[in-house]
């Protein structure tokens, strides 16, 4: 008989419009579960889905729990609704059940995980292009102060230490690999070859990717500053020209002092644009820790 391992574990999935394919998915990740743990237990999201998906996973037999959003949510809250209610030692996230990925890969991320690592991440081996770019800007903005490299993950499974630490943080899980590495502890990347194909869409991705550069690093504030100074010094030459032009050549009235008062108000314009934006960003930093979610109700069969 096979020695099954005494940790709990749980399994959050995110699922969307996936009627034909949900209940094979859910049998698939189940077996994995059965067949290597003694406890364990499956959360599955539906994110508003607009076929019968929910429909079908409450008239499934198998053992789970369902988990209904009453509004479209971004992937990542409609993650940590199900992550939240979580009770297992280990947690492991699915954001897209579509995806057809090996299952089997929990038993690889849990093993890693037995090694120290409080955070394993599954990554694809090829992502898009404006993913790259995006992972690059992100690791750039943070290598004074992570040696680690974040980038696209399928799965991620977290030891409950893990979960703590990061409730510990008290910061609002923008990006929830970013807040994993953020929290200091050891992490790791397992590559897997999959067809990746993100499913949020341009606004979405927009949107947590901004977002994360926003809340998780200076990248947006130093780019602000950096055009006001640009456009102050701009300012300070044309205060410049113009002394020039009034004292060497010959104008119309009055166009140089226009000029000079025009360029003065403009450079503080621009430095007190540069100051606020520092301004803002250190009350966003401080000030972000709403919940993204809500529930409409959750079945535990």
Same mark, same amino acid.
């Given at each position: ?5 005494? +940790? ?33 237990? %499956? ?53 897209? %059940?579509?995806? *057809? ?16 690592? *409080? ?20 690791? #750039?903005? @943070?290598? +004074? ?11 991620? @499974? ?11 943080? #008290? ?13 200091? @502890? ?8 999959? +067809? ?32 006001? #100074? ?23 009235? #009055? ?24 301004? %803002?960003? +250190? ?19």
């Amino acid at each position: 008989m096979k020695n099954l391992e005494e +940790n709990y574990i749980s399994v959050v999935a995110v699922a969307q419009n996936l009627e034909s394919r949900i209940e094979s998915k859910i049998k698939e990740i189940l077996q994995v579960l059965s067949d290597n743990f003694k406890y364990y237990e %499956l959360i599955v999201v539906d994110n508003m889905s607009e076929d019968k998906t929910y429909h079908v996973m409450k008239n499934m037999r198998e053992k789970f729990t369902c988990v209904q959003l009453p509004i479209r949510h971004d992937s990542q809250s409609a993650l940590a609704a199900g992550v939240n209610i979580a009770i297992g030692d280990y947690v492991v996230e699915i954001e897209n %059940l579509a995806l *057809d990925i090996p299952y089997e890969k929990i038993m690889e991320l849990y093993r890693k995980c037995q090694e120290g690592n *409080d955070f394993v991440f599954l990554t694809p081996e090829k992502t898009s292009f404006g993913s790259k770019i995006f992972y690059k800007i992100l690791n #750039g903005q @943070l290598k +004074n102060l992570f040696l680690t490299n974040i980038g696209s993950s399928v799965m991620t @499974l977290s030891s409950r230490r893990g979960q703590n630490k990061t409730a510990e943080v #008290g910061r609002k899980l923008v990006n929830r690999n970013v807040s994993y590495v953020l929290t200091g @502890l050891q992490t790791a990347s397992l590559p897997i070859s999959v +067809n990746y194909v993100n499913k949020r869409g341009f606004k979405q991705n927009f949107e947590l990717m901004s977002q994360t550069l926003l809340y998780y690093t200076d990248f947006v504030t130093k780019l602000a500053q950096t055009i006001a #100074g640009f456009f102050f010094f701009v300012s300070c030459f044309f205060i410049i020209y113009s002394f020039y032009m009034k004292f060497t050549i010959e104008t119309a009235p #009055g166009w140089a002092s226009t000029v000079i008062i025009m360029s003065i108000g403009f450079s503080g314009v621009f430095l007190m644009f540069g100051l606020v934006a520092r301004y %803002l960003d +250190n009350i966003l930093k401080g000030t972000m820790k709403t919940k993204g979610y809500i529930y409409r109700s959750i079945d535990k069969k």
